[in-house]
């Protein structure tokens, strides 16, 4: 079983920048794809961004280009989601992912493991 916990939400003005951290407790989670999603009050989660258990590939929501970048660091056990220019759109509660997959994963049903979840407020 493995254990996400994620860190790093908060509120922040608009064109500010968050760094969201989330620490895996298992050891296979170097072969694991991680993957960040958010879901806005009302709405569906939706894909954010993953990254392989290599590091080298890693795909973004088109809404995120260029403003977000998701990184691992496996000596850790943890992946980090580092937002910039955020706006109010970003708003959502942001949740970690991950599945044991050789190839990237962008749909929710597809990932095993889900940590709580860390909320992240922008003001406009």
């Known amino acids: 079983q493995v254990q996400l916990v994620e860190s790093g939400g908060g509120l922040v003005q608009a064109g500010g920048s968050l760094r969201l951290s989330c620490a895996a407790s298992q050891g296979t989670y170097n072969r694991d794809v991680m993957g960040w999603f958010r879901q806005a009050p009302g709405k569906e989660r939706e894909f954010v961004a993953c990254?392989?258990?290599?590091?080298?590939?890693?795909y973004n929501h088109d809404s995120v280009k260029g403003r977000f970048t998701i990184s691992r660091d496996n000596a850790k056990n943890t992946v980090y989601l580092q937002m910039n220019s955020l706006n109010p759109e970003d708003t959502a509660v942001y949740y970690c992912a991950a599945v044991n997959s050789p190839v990237l994963r962008t749909r929710p049903f597809e990932y095993d493991y889900w940590g709580q979840g860390t909320q992240v407020t922008v003001s406009s």
């Open positions: 990254i392989k258990g290599s590091g080298l590939s890693t």
